[in-house]
């Protein structure tokens, strides 16, 4: 099993641009979660899918953020435009049903933003 | 609101000790918990879980004990190794009508000593 893969592992960019973070969730899975992940907030659910729907999205900072799931194989994550304020370590991670269930968490992406 | 907290931020132990992490939680409603390990540039890699009608699991060197009478959770890590050495999250699943949420704790950082 490969887990869950996400891309680009590292990314800098320039205040302004325009980010898109990349996640392919564990085959079978049918829940994918986002978080972000800073020294001083911890782990932040951003958002949820179930079956490729988004479910809760109360957590996605503000309208740059927006995030998709496609099929049941890929969700990104976009940020436009970035701001320094969004640095911080971007996590996608997937479960076999969603409730009560472990989560498993890809390697992430590290975000840095000029 | 409530939330899942660690007694101690930092634990440094000798190699071939046995390491205690402590994690209260303050959501007796919550049925489900985690424990996740965190290594350096590394997402949350799930140990082990234990659901709130046990109040003692074991793994493979790690042992999760659950009180609910003091909303405690601990996890064991028996004969502990360098490579042990990582950031400890514990996760709870609160029953809110949303149980795919995870509330995770800040974490504890355990360092082994050779």
């Known amino acids: 099993d490969a887990g869950v893969i996400q891309s680009p592992r590292h990314e800098v960019t320039e205040m302004g641009q325009e980010v898109t973070l990349r996640c392919k969730p564990i085959s079978g899975h049918n829940s994918l979660f986002w978080y972000r992940q800073t020294m001083m907030r911890g782990l932040e659910l951003l958002i949820y899918f179930n079956n490729n729907v988004p479910i809760d999205d109360s957590g996605m900072p503000e309208d740059r953020f927006s995030a998709k799931m496609p099929n049941a194989s890929f969700s990104t994550l976009k940020i436009q435009p970035s701001e320094p304020r969004d640095s911080a370590v971007y996590f996608c991670?997937?479960?076999?049903?969603?409730?009560?269930?472990?989560?498993?968490f890809g390697p992430g992406t590290r975000l840095l933003v000029l | 609101g409530e939330s899942v907290g660690l007694h101690l931020p930092t634990l440094s132990v000798q190699e071939g000790d046995n390491s205690i992490i402590n994690c209260a939680y303050s959501?007796?409603?919550?049925?489900?918990f985690i424990w996740y390990k965190q290594e350096s540039g590394k997402g949350p890699q799930f140990i082990i879980d234990?659901?709130?009608?046990?109040d003692k699991r074991q793994g493979q060197r790690v042992t999760v004990l659950l009180n609910k009478t003091v909303k405690h959770l601990s996890l064991q890590i028996a004969a502990t190794q360098p490579g042990d050495s990582a950031v400890y999250f514990c996760a709870e699943n609160p029953p809110q009508g949303s149980n795919y949420k995870l509330t995770f704790g800040k974490g504890t950082l355990l360092t082994v000593n050779p």
């Open positions: 991670a997937s479960s076999a049903r969603g409730g009560g269930e472990t989560q498993y």
């Open positions: 234990i659901r709130s009608n046990m």
């Open positions: 959501n007796s409603a919550s049925d489900y």
